[in-house]
């Protein structure tokens, strides 16, 4: 089956303590991209890989970090977690950047206390 | 980057009225707009795309309109039923920025 899976779906943390959300598709898809939706302002992108070892800021990197060393791949770090980084994060992959639909994981709840 | 501006933030509807939802974007070169429905703690989904080469694609009771010139689509849903209330989010093609989604809510 064509997925996007996400892991954990739930995270509770505290401040500081270093967390990766991982993501992972199977569907050979070259561009994937990270949300984070908030109450209000829709799903603002954090950061996003057009393929392999390419990847460039979104909207609102701050505090986050990424990686793709595999096509499938694409983790989501977050190096010193802080309270404003609780959120419902979302995963996506698309087979091209534009024109084509984008596949979205289950989903990450993430709250930091 | 693309700017899409979406409206109304909420909108509530009687069973069987029709809801519009309507977006704006300001990237002239944009030609793909997809339209994702997500229900309650669901992941969002495509329910509906057009290409700017269409004005107007139906598929049962969505449909969207795009107008180039003016820089807007709509979706439009028909006939609304309790199991439409979701939040729907606009995209415009050239970085899948979405808009900050619509929160319908089909009354019985």
């Known amino acids: 089956e064509a997925q996007v899976t996400q892991n954990p779906r739930y995270l509770i943390t505290v401040t500081g303590k270093k967390l990766t959300v991982t993501c992972s598709q199977n569907?050979?898809?070259?561009?994937m991209s990270w949300y984070r939706q908030d109450p209000g302002l829709g799903l603002r992108q954090i950061y996003y890989?057009?393929?392999?070892?390419?990847?460039d800021k979104g909207d609102v990197p701050e505090g986050y970090k990424v990686s793709r060393k595999e096509k499938r791949n694409f983790p989501l770090i977050l190096e010193s977690p802080s309270p404003n980084q609780t959120s419902l994060y979302f995963c996506?992959?698309?087979?091209?950047?534009?024109?084509?639909?984008?596949?979205f994981g289950q989903g990450t709840r993430l709250t930091v206390v | 980057g693309e700017n899409v501006e979406q409206h109304p933030s909420t909108l509530s509807v009687q069973e069987g009225d029709s809801a519009v939802i309507k977006c704006t974007y300001s990237?002239?070169?944009?030609?793909?707009f997809p339209w994702y429905k997500q229900e309650l703690g669901k992941r969002p989904q495509l329910i509906i795309d057009?290409?700017?080469?269409?004005g107007e694609k139906k598929d049962q009771r969505i449909a969207v309109t795009l107008n180039k010139t003016a820089k807007h689509f709509s979706l439009h849903i028909t006939e609304t039923q309790p199991e439409d209330s979701a939040v729907y989010f606009c995209?415009?093609?050239?970085?899948?920025?979405f808009g900050a989604g619509t929160r319908l809510t089909v009354k019985p």
């Open positions: 996506a992959s698309s087979l091209q950047r534009v024109h084509t639909e984008a596949f």
């Open positions: 569907m050979n898809h070259e561009y």
């Open positions: 890989s057009m393929n392999v070892e390419v990847t």
């Open positions: 990237d002239s070169a944009s030609n793909y």
């Open positions: 057009i290409r700017s080469n269409v």
């Open positions: 995209a415009a093609s050239n970085d899948m920025r």
